[in-house]
């Protein structure tokens, strides 16, 4: 069985006693209430501190929430198309050779898409990253073995004797769920949205708009977890005004599958 360098580098540091402590206000402390005024004031507040908790970017939240978990993120690739037998096949590992005080989490990054396929939108749900596994967890000769040799693994990305770990803002980048809709105004009602909604499919079922992408043409992803990465088109599929193309991930092509609208000519 082949083990992971032991000398290369110790545990990956648990980052879960890193996060800060959340201060609870006790308000009983104040005063007693002399008026219905401050009554009223102290009601609101929590009301207050709801809509902020609505109106936080969830990308700060996720990472802070990955901050205060223990372990470190890893990529772990396999043949595309087995990511999710890949992961029931490491979720069994984990359970068999008890290793689950360093294995904590197993996840195949997708994203929700529309479809439109003989004329019909339908909803989809595609793979980020096709070909890999996020894994998050405690590196160690015991880890390592269990994650390298499940069936359907080809190898960490990184080195071979010590992979790399994930930066949070990568992991934060290929988990977070990617809402490309915006939310109605505010003031808006379900009756706009639903409106807006019925624009956007009406819109999609005009004729197709004139194709100006060619097989083989470089381009510059615009939108989504690969933003600013150079691209070259595989595949043009007119119908669905969408494109198949090679973006270099963990230092490999990776085909990954955008919108017309997702890309720019360079």
């Known amino acids: 069985m082949t083990t992971f360098d032991g000398d290369a580098a110790s545990e990956p540091e648990d980052t879960a006693d890193t996060a800060a402590s959340v201060d609870v206000i006790d308000e009983s402390d104040s005063a007693a209430p002399e008026s219905t005024e401050s009554t009223e004031s102290s009601s609101e507040e929590p009301g207050a501190e709801?809509?902020?908790?609505?109106?936080?970017?969830?990308?700060?939240?996720?990472?802070?929430?990955?901050?205060?978990?223990?372990?470190?993120w890893y990529v772990i690739h396999s043949y595309a198309?087995?990511?999710n037998k890949v992961k029931a096949n490491l979720q069994t590992r984990v359970q068999n050779l008890d290793v689950g005080d360093y294995i904590f989490q197993i996840e195949v990054p997708t994203e929700e898409v529309t479809e439109i396929k003989n004329g019909q939108r339908k909803q989809v749900n595609?793979?980020?990253?096709?070909?890999?596994?996020?894994?998050?967890?405690?590196?160690?000769?015991?880890?390592?073995?269990?994650?390298?040799?499940?069936?359907?693994?080809?190898?960490?990305?990184?080195?071979?004797?010590?992979?790399?770990?994930?930066?949070?803002?990568?992991?934060?980048?290929?988990?977070?769920p990617q809402t490309p809709a915006k939310k109605p105004a505010k003031g808006g009602t379900a009756t706009d949205t639903a409106t807006a909604s019925s624009a956007e499919a009406g819109a999609l079922e005009r004729p197709a708009i004139e194709?100006?992408?060619?097989?083989?043409?470089?381009?510059t992803v615009t939108d989504g977890p690969f933003a600013t990465l150079p691209a070259s088109i595989s595949e043009v599929n007119a119908e669905q005004q969408r494109l198949k193309v090679l973006v270099s991930i963990f230092g490999r092509e990776t085909p990954v599958e955008l919108n017309f609208t997702q890309v720019e000519k360079l």
């Open 211 to 219: 194709v100006d992408f060619e097989v083989g043409e470089s381009v």
């Open 126 to 176: 595609r793979k980020v990253l096709p070909g890999y596994i996020l894994v998050r967890m405690e590196l160690n000769d015991e880890s390592w073995g269990a994650v390298r040799n499940t069936p359907g693994v080809t190898g960490f990305v990184g080195a071979t004797s010590r992979p790399s770990p994930l930066s949070l803002d990568d992991v934060v980048k290929f988990l977070l």
């Open 81 to 83: 198309g087995y990511e």
């Open 50 to 72: 709801v809509e902020t908790d609505e109106d936080a970017d969830p990308a700060a939240t996720l990472k802070a929430q990955l901050r205060r978990e223990p372990g470190e």
